[in-house]
């Protein structure tokens, strides 16, 4: 079983029994009050996860094959675009938690799959001084320069920051403009940089500003030469990295990405273009599988409206809407 029922007389005795039984990372899925105490569900994270990926479909089988009190939900999340891996997780784990999957209906069948999904979302804060100086990097095209303004504009006008703008990609004159059109705009420093010796001067010639944000150009996953020199740009100033990944990209083509992408150091993921597509779980679930940490999600052109902080327990509740219903109908 991948979860456990752990009972305590008290919240903070049932919870230190789960942190020795199910590691500091558990998934805490439910809490309970009993007669006795408190009882919590929870269960290993990795186990989670490691198990559903072993698992490979009988020969024949339908490619869901789910229980039948799981089959609806499964058909739904994954027409957003869940994987089965990440669905086989949720039902592998509902077993357990004592909810009713031999026959459909069960109300808290939804509940529990977010809570699970929710506890298998890891997300970052750009606003964490790891992040004082972040490169934004991935394909062409992918919203790189659009979420690097939103990010900075949150940061100097809502959280009144200091920052700069570096940008490496120097192939567009047009786009370095439009960058630097921005900066003066916000008011804050812009520096192109043509060479990692340039840019390592000028994130020090900034070493006063709250943030340093840096551009870089579209990258191929087809291309890893041109990786290898992004990655030889940023090494020497050791810059937080964050793939920017469009949701509306295919599974197999956000697969391919992340693994050309792997050659560098990536600390997070931004999942852009959310709302271009009906199935941004295929890339979510990347992210997911992958153990990425996410820190936004983009949803739309507008700088600096279109971006919010990767939430787990609203993208869990995303791709499982049924959950957020039941909630609402209990309260
Ligand atoms: N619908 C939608 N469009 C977006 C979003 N983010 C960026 N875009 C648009 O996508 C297009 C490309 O955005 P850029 O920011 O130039 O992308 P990039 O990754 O910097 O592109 P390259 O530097 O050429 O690799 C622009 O038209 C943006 O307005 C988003 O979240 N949703
Ligand atoms: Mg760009």
Excluded at 252 to 271: E, G, L, Y
């Amino acid at each position: 079983m991948l979860l456990k029922r752990i009972n305590g007389r008290s919240l903070q005795e049932a919870l230190s029994k789960v942190e020795k039984e199910c590691g500091k990372n558990a998934l805490l899925i439910e809490t309970l009050e009993t007669s006795r105490g408190v009882t919590i569900i929870a269960g290993r994270q990795e186990q989670v996860l490691a198990k559903a990926k072993r698992h490979k479909p009988e020969s024949g089988a339908r490619p869901g094959n789910w229980t039948r009190g799981f089959a609806q939900l499964a058909e739904a999340a994954s027409a957003s675009g869940l994987s089965s891996t990440l669905l086989r997780a949720i039902e592998n784990a509902l077993i357990g938690t004592g909810v009713h999957l031999d026959r459909p209906g069960d109300p808290a069948v939804a509940g529990i799959s977010a809570r699970i999904l929710k506890s298998l979302i890891k997300a970052e804060t750009l606003g964490d001084p790891a992040y004082r100086v972040t490169a934004f990097i991935g394909a062409t095209g992918v919203g790189k320069t659009t979420t690097l303004a939103k990010i900075a504009a949150a940061a100097v006008r809502d959280r009144d920051e200091t920052a700069a703008i570096i940008t490496t990609d120097t192939y567009r004159i047009a786009a370095v403009e439009q960058l630097r059109a921005f900066a003066d705009m916000l008011g804050v420093p812009f520096e192109v940089a043509f060479t990692p010796m340039d840019l390592r001067r000028a994130i020090q010639r900034h070493s006063e500003v709250d943030r340093i944000y840096i551009d870089t150009s579209g990258n191929g996953p087809f291309d890893q030469q041109a990786i290898y020199r992004l990655s030889g740009t940023l090494q020497g100033s050791d810059p937080a990295t964050v793939l920017c990944m469009s949701a509306a990209s295919r599974r197999v083509d956000a697969d391919a990405i992340f693994k050309a992408f792997s050659s560098m150091q990536i600390d997070s993921a931004i999942i852009t273009k959310w709302d271009e597509t009906t199935a941004p779980g295929e890339v979510l679930s990347l992210c997911i599988e992958q153990g990425m940490p996410l820190t936004q999600i983009t949803n739309g052109q507008r700088v600096p409206e279109d971006i919010l902080p990767a939430c787990p327990r609203a993208l869990a509740e995303h791709m499982i809407p049924q959950a957020k219903k039941a909630d609402e109908a209990s309260q």
